[in-house]
């Protein structure tokens, strides 16, 4: 059974002007141990689905899905006592998820006095394991510190530092290297994979950037417009991507150009959030679209362990 | 109407009417008094502290005047000292915060440095002291909490300016060699002006405060024309027995001081502004 | 190494300021009168005596010497005699000073424990009736005039319910019958040092109703500053971060959003702290509370102007130092302050 099982969520923001359909339809199936990947645009309803998940959404959104499970308790009714206890997240900009005004060692005690039962002393030293885990060289000088004395690289270890304090063992990592350097982001991204093989834990990894995927995820969903049009192996989504929009996504990416070569943008925009969709929500910008496209929800495709959601045959592209 | 309330929501509205109510009143102050030749200050030692009733609807002074025409005629001091002290202040805090923040470099330093030391007081202690020197009177009094006053709008004309003097437009006048003079009144001023409008005419309120206790403190307009202020001060004398005398003026400065607070948190709500000190 | 430098810079601002306010207080005081000399010499002064006071006072001296001469009279806190009563004014201010700022230390804290907790409150139910309440309330706060408020205060707590005592700074059972040696000359603290349970409590008593007063338009600010500048940290990242990893909401709201409120709650103390020394020359009249402001409001009646001088001069130099040292402090919470 899935870690994390997700099928068909839905979230809508209501707003004077109508409901924002910021997540339309998201399924998710997270093994234990893995690294899940989930791409998509900005607004594609991948940020949203994380906090769904966290039990953090606005005031007032409404959530609906078939399945919204975690370890087989439903996040509907359990989000705010699992998190922080089980599920932690990584946030994209860790110079703003860290508190400007408290020290690194009170930030790091506060989460480890939420929830482990243990005197001060023992605290301590166990703020100073859980700095060096993440590769932090010095933890003692980083306890002193405030975030502004700190690298992003070294604020992003310390908040994954307060996540593994949570004794979480599945992380949702938003973005976490998009403000870091590359180099920085992939030692973040190593530091990542360490954990998940030495502690057995469980990441959502939220991007979106196709190099991220390649670099540390071992299977993938693809966002397009609060829809989960494609799912599988990293090596399958990568190599055989099944959606056009997937496709369309790869050949943006510069190394998949031959050098030299145009880039390839994906004309077009994601459908507003308040709008209805029929028929496929990619078929305004798809280079293959179809009569149909634009009519019917599109069927799902599976080749294994892979599966996307499209008018077009097998194998046709 | 309708767009007012919309604007201003119900209590700014509110505090809007009470504002102009009370201008209408001070305007119209010989008609609306009852007595007028109490309001004005002509003793009736006949019905001296008589308590509330049908004919002094708020009792009567230990003169015998009537409180409600003493009142009304109040309203006259306290809106022009209110007035009379944010026009003042704005007559020196302008031309020092656009000078200054127009320049820039030493004339700034020396100017903002100067209204540091203005701003070092203790507002009500340092009108206090300028009262006190000056000696008792209205236009007295009005000078000593100007003096309190400026600094604010120096600060505030400044930081408007600060923003103003980088603009496209400004700069071509500049390279266009139009006169720093030319300048200022032409683009800086009726830009900065409104902003600052608005501050001035919301703090008639604070400023009024602030005179009232002046002349709680004696420091204020002299016997027999009627303030507030003064009021509360003399029916300590007589409090609580005659509580009438003290608390009709007392609670006519909360009311007026709580409408322009009202209105001007109004007018606020979407622009976030900044408390400040004053008595 | 930021910090050691900022603060040696406030340092010499303040040091700039003190020495433009004794300049302003000289001119209003010595230069604005029309002629001290006549109120130095005393009541129906003749002619003689006015000359007299005259070369005592060094009027006739041109205007930067007599500067010179009061700076460094103020700076040694020479403060010269009252013209009333002939006394020492420097003696005077050791009795009246601690009174005052006894008061106004109380009123601060009590502003500052109204307020605050008021305001975290009202940004944690923004929009509901707590925070429509609050608001309102600090509205009214900020609108009350101090004198009519103490009265208000006396009326009900003195006259109507009988709890507290109605004026003085102590019974007349302590003050005259067991009196407190004055050490620090703050009451509160004397009669602790002294053991004096019964005095403390006396004492207590006396400086509810004036600090209350002086408390009330502070909180009032406190209440509004606070709730604004948590509603806006309340949104911030950080603050959604420490929800992701568990943390309890009273311990954000207190343990995490609070201490970046901090700035406006220094910002409070020392606006609280000047409201508190000036709304005391109000305050104390009514109260009959031998304080600064007492003996100030009758230097005026008197036109007594070395007193008035000294009094701005000492308080002004009070509240600079306050806010020099809240300064300090808000580089010292927020580290950032002194980078900017």
Same mark, same amino acid.
Request: charged share 15%.
């Given at each position: 059974?899935?870690?994390?099982?997700?099928?068909?969520?839905?979230?809508? !923001?209501?707003?004077?002007?109508?409901?924002?359909?910021?997540?339309?339809?998201?399924?998710?199936?997270?093994?234990?141990?893995?690294?899940?990947?989930?791409?998509?645009?900005?607004?594609?309803?991948?940020?949203?689905?994380?906090?769904?998940?966290?039990?953090?959404?606005?005031?007032?959104?409404?959530?609906?899905?078939?399945?919204?499970?975690?370890?087989?308790?439903?996040?509907?009714?359990? =989000?705010?006592?699992?998190?922080?206890?089980?599920?932690?997240?990584?946030?994209?900009?860790? =110079?703003?998820?860290?508190?400007?005004?408290?020290?690194?060692?009170?930030?790091?005690?506060?989460?480890?006095?939420?929830?482990?039962?243990?005197?001060?002393?023992?605290?301590?030293?166990?703020?100073?394991?859980?700095?060096? =885990?993440?590769?932090?060289?010095?933890?003692?000088?980083?306890?002193?510190?405030?975030?502004?004395?700190?690298?992003?690289?070294?604020?992003?270890?310390?908040?994954?530092?307060?996540?593994?304090?949570?004794?979480?063992?599945?992380?949702?990592?938003?973005?976490?290297?998009?403000?870091?350097?590359?180099?920085?982001? =992939?030692?973040?991204?190593?530091?990542?994979?360490?954990?998940?093989?030495?502690?057995?834990?469980?990441?959502?990894? !939220?991007?979106?950037?196709?190099?991220?995927?390649?670099?540390?995820?071992?299977?993938?969903?693809?966002?397009?417009?609060?829809?989960?049009?494609?799912?599988?192996?990293?090596?399958?989504?990568?190599?055989?991507?099944?959606?056009?929009?997937?496709?369309?996504?790869?050949?943006?990416?510069?190394?998949?150009?031959?050098?030299?070569?145009?880039?390839?943008?994906?004309?077009?925009?994601?459908?507003?959030?308040?709008?209805?969709?029929?028929?496929?929500?990619?078929?305004?910008?798809?280079?293959?679209?179809?009569?149909?496209?634009?009519?019917?929800?599109?069927?799902?495709?599976?080749?294994?362990?892979?599966?996307?959601?499209?008018?077009?045959?097998?194998?046709?592209? | 109407?309708?767009?007012?309330?919309?604007?201003?929501?119900?209590?700014?509205?509110?505090?809007?009417?009470?504002?102009?109510?009370?201008?209408?009143?001070?305007?119209?102050?010989?008609?609306?008094?009852?007595?007028?030749?109490?309001?004005?200050?002509?003793?009736?030692?006949?019905?001296?502290?008589?308590?509330?009733?049908?004919?002094?609807?708020?009792?009567?002074?230990?003169?015998?005047?009537?409180?409600?025409?003493?009142?009304?005629?109040?309203?006259?001091?306290?809106?022009?000292?209110?007035?009379?002290?944010?026009?003042?202040?704005?007559?020196?805090?302008?031309?020092?915060?656009?000078?200054? @923040?127009?320049?820039?470099?030493?004339?700034?330093?020396?100017?903002?440095?100067?209204?540091?030391?203005?701003?070092?007081?203790?507002?009500?202690?340092?009108?206090?002291?300028?009262?006190?020197?000056?000696?008792?009177?209205?236009?007295?009094?009005?000078?000593?909490?100007?003096?309190?006053?400026?600094?604010?709008?120096?600060?505030?004309?400044?930081?408007?300016?600060?923003?103003?003097?980088?603009?496209?437009?400004?700069?071509?006048?500049?390279?266009?060699?139009?006169?720093?003079?030319?300048?200022?009144?032409?683009?800086?001023?009726?830009?900065?002006?409104?902003?600052?409008?608005?501050?001035?005419?919301?703090?008639?309120?604070?400023?009024?405060?602030?005179?009232?206790?002046?002349?709680?403190?004696?420091?204020?307009?002299?016997?027999?024309?009627?303030?507030?202020?003064?009021?509360?001060?003399?029916?300590?004398?007589?409090?609580?027995?005659?509580?009438?005398?003290?608390?009709?003026?007392?609670?006519?400065?909360?009311?007026?001081?709580?409408?322009?607070?009202?209105?001007?948190?109004?007018?606020?709500?979407?622009?976030? @502004?900044?408390?400040?000190?004053?008595? | 190494?930021?910090?050691?430098?900022?603060?040696?810079?406030?340092?010499?601002?303040?040091?700039?300021?003190?020495?433009?306010?004794?300049?302003?207080?000289?001119?209003?005081?010595?230069?604005?009168?029309?002629?001290?000399?006549?109120?130095?010499?005393?009541?129906?002064?003749?002619?003689?005596?006015?000359?007299?006071?005259?070369?005592?006072?060094?009027?006739?001296?041109?205007?930067?010497?007599?500067?010179?001469?009061?700076?460094?009279?103020?700076?040694?806190?020479?403060?010269?005699?009252?013209?009333?009563?002939?006394?020492?004014?420097?003696?005077?201010?050791?009795?009246?000073?601690?009174? *005052?700022?006894?008061?106004?230390?109380?009123?601060?804290?009590?502003?500052?424990?109204?307020?605050?907790?008021?305001?975290? /409150?009202?940004?944690?139910?923004?929009?509901?009736?707590?925070?429509? /309440?609050?608001?309102?309330?600090?509205?009214?706060?900020?609108?009350?005039?101090?004198?009519?408020?103490?009265?208000?205060?006396?009326?009900?707590?003195?006259?109507?319910?009988?709890?507290?005592?109605?004026?003085?700074?102590?019974?007349?059972?302590?003050?005259? *019958?067991?009196?407190?040696?004055?050490?620090?000359?703050?009451?509160?603290?004397?009669?602790?040092?002294?053991?004096?349970?019964?005095?403390?409590?006396?004492?207590?008593?006396?400086?509810?109703?004036?600090?209350?007063?002086?408390?009330?338009?502070?909180?009032?600010?406190?209440?509004?500053?606070?709730?604004?500048?948590?509603?806006?940290?309340?949104?911030?990242?950080?603050?959604?971060?420490?929800?992701?990893?568990?943390?309890?909401?009273?311990?954000?709201?207190?343990?995490?959003?609070?201490? #970046?409120?901090?700035?406006?709650?220094?910002?409070?103390?020392?606006?609280?702290?000047?409201?508190?020394?000036?709304?005391?020359?109000?305050?104390?009249?009514?109260?009959?509370?031998?304080?600064?402001?007492?003996?100030?409001?009758?230097?005026?009646?008197?036109?007594?102007?070395?007193?008035?001088?000294?009094?701005?001069?000492?308080?002004?130099?009070?509240?600079?130092?306050? #806010?020099? /040292?809240?300064?300090?402090?808000?580089?010292?919470?927020?580290?950032?302050?002194?980078?900017?």
């Amino acid at each position: 059974m899935p870690l994390l099982n997700i099928r068909n969520l839905s979230v809508a !923001i209501p707003t004077p002007d109508g409901d924002v359909h910021a997540v339309r339809s998201v399924s998710l199936e997270i093994e234990r141990g893995e690294i899940h990947g989930v791409i998509g645009e900005s607004g594609c309803g991948k940020t949203m689905t994380g906090m769904a998940a966290l039990g953090l959404v606005p005031k007032g959104a409404r959530i609906a899905a078939d399945r919204f499970h975690f370890d087989g308790e439903d996040l509907r009714e359990n =989000a705010a006592r699992l998190r922080g206890r089980r599920i932690g997240m990584i946030s994209q900009d860790p =110079a703003a998820a860290l508190n400007p005004v408290l020290s690194i060692a009170r930030q790091m005690d506060d989460v480890l006095r939420a929830h482990r039962d243990m005197p001060r002393q023992a605290r301590h030293s166990e703020a100073v394991e859980l700095l060096a =885990a993440t590769g932090l060289p010095d933890p003692e000088r980083v306890l002193k510190s405030y975030a502004h004395q700190l690298s992003g690289g070294m604020q992003q270890r310390v908040v994954i530092a307060q996540a593994l304090a949570t004794g979480a063992d599945f992380l949702i990592a938003d973005e976490p290297t998009t403000a870091l350097d590359v180099s920085v982001g =992939a030692q973040v991204l190593a530091l990542l994979r360490k954990l998940v093989a030495e502690r057995g834990l469980t990441v959502l990894m !939220i991007t979106h950037d196709m190099d991220v995927i390649a670099e540390a995820c071992d299977r993938a969903t693809v966002l397009y417009a609060g829809l989960s049009v494609e799912t599988g192996p990293v090596h399958d989504v990568l190599q055989r991507p099944g959606h056009p929009y997937a496709r369309a996504l790869l050949a943006a990416l510069p190394d998949a150009a031959p050098h030299g070569a145009k880039l390839e943008a994906i004309e077009g925009s994601i459908p507003p959030p308040r709008s209805q969709i029929d028929g496929c929500a990619f078929a305004p910008r798809c280079p293959q679209a179809m009569p149909v496209c634009a009519l019917q929800a599109p069927p799902e495709r599976t080749l294994a362990a892979h599966r996307w959601l499209c008018h077009l045959p097998e194998g046709s592209a | 109407m309708t767009r007012l309330v919309q604007r201003l929501g119900w209590p700014g509205t509110i505090a809007l009417v009470v504002i102009l109510l009370l201008v209408l009143v001070a305007v119209l102050a010989p008609w609306v008094a009852p007595y007028p030749q109490q309001g004005v200050g002509v003793p009736n030692v006949a019905a001296k502290l008589s308590s509330p009733s049908a004919q002094y609807w708020l009792g009567t002074d230990h003169l015998g005047r009537d409180m409600l025409s003493r009142i009304i005629y109040g309203t006259r001091i306290s809106l022009t000292n209110g007035v009379l002290i944010v026009a003042f202040s704005l007559l020196i805090g302008l031309p020092v915060g656009l000078a200054a @923040g127009y320049f820039g470099g030493w004339i700034d330093e020396a100017l903002m440095r100067g209204t540091d030391v203005f701003l070092a007081f203790p507002a009500l202690l340092l009108a206090v002291l300028m009262a006190a020197a000056l000696g008792p009177g209205f236009l007295n009094s009005i000078i000593a909490v100007s003096v309190t006053w400026w600094p604010w709008y120096a600060r505030l004309a400044r930081s408007e300016v600060l923003v103003l003097r980088n603009q496209p437009y400004v700069e071509a006048a500049r390279l266009a060699g139009v006169s720093h003079g030319r300048i200022i009144i032409r683009h800086i001023l009726p830009a900065t002006g409104r902003p600052l409008t608005v501050q001035a005419a919301l703090d008639v309120g604070p400023a009024l405060l602030t005179a009232a206790a002046l002349s709680f403190l004696g420091l204020g307009v002299l016997p027999p024309t009627a303030d507030w202020g003064q009021m509360v001060d003399a029916g300590r004398k007589f409090f609580p027995a005659r509580w009438w005398y003290s608390a009709t003026p007392g609670l006519t400065i909360f009311i007026v001081a709580l409408a322009f607070s009202v209105l001007g948190d109004a007018l606020r709500e979407r622009k976030g @502004g900044t408390a400040r000190a004053s008595a | 190494m930021e910090l050691t430098r900022y603060i040696l810079r406030r340092m010499v601002l303040s040091a700039f300021v003190v020495l433009g306010v004794t300049f302003l207080v000289f001119i209003v005081a010595q230069v604005v009168p029309s002629d001290p000399a006549a109120l130095y010499a005393g009541p129906r002064p003749t002619a003689e005596q006015i000359e007299k006071a005259r070369q005592e006072l060094n009027l006739d001296a041109p205007l930067i010497q007599r500067f010179a001469g009061f700076a460094k009279a103020m700076g040694t806190g020479d403060f010269g005699v009252s013209y009333k009563s002939r006394r020492l004014i420097a003696e005077d201010l050791r009795a009246y000073l601690p009174a *005052t700022l006894e008061l106004a230390v109380f009123s601060t804290g009590l502003a500052l424990l109204i307020g605050i907790p008021l305001g975290v /409150l009202a940004a944690a139910r923004q929009g509901k009736w707590p925070d429509r /309440l609050g608001s309102f309330g600090s509205i009214a706060a900020v609108a009350m005039p101090t004198f009519f408020l103490a009265m208000i205060l006396q009326l009900v707590f003195a006259q109507w319910l009988g709890i507290l005592p109605l004026s003085g700074r102590l019974s007349r059972e302590i003050s005259v *019958t067991a009196p407190l040696s004055m050490m620090t000359g703050f009451n509160l603290i004397d009669a602790l040092l002294a053991g004096r349970l019964d005095a403390f409590g006396d004492a207590l008593k006396h400086l509810i109703l004036p600090a209350l007063t002086l408390a009330s338009y502070p909180a009032g600010v406190a209440m509004r500053l606070t709730r604004s500048a948590m509603i806006e940290i309340l949104e911030r990242r950080h603050v959604t971060a420490a929800r992701a990893l568990g943390l309890s909401e009273p311990r954000i709201l207190f343990g995490h959003a609070l201490p #970046n409120a901090m700035g406006p709650a220094l910002t409070v103390i020392g606006l609280s702290f000047a409201y508190a020394l000036t709304g005391a020359v109000l305050v104390e009249i009514i109260f009959a509370w031998p304080g600064l402001g007492r003996y100030v409001s009758e230097a005026i009646l008197a036109k007594d102007f070395p007193v008035i001088a000294a009094v701005t001069m000492v308080v002004t130099i009070c509240y600079v130092v306050m #806010n020099l /040292l809240i300064d300090i402090a808000q580089a010292l919470v927020d580290p950032r302050v002194a980078l900017s």
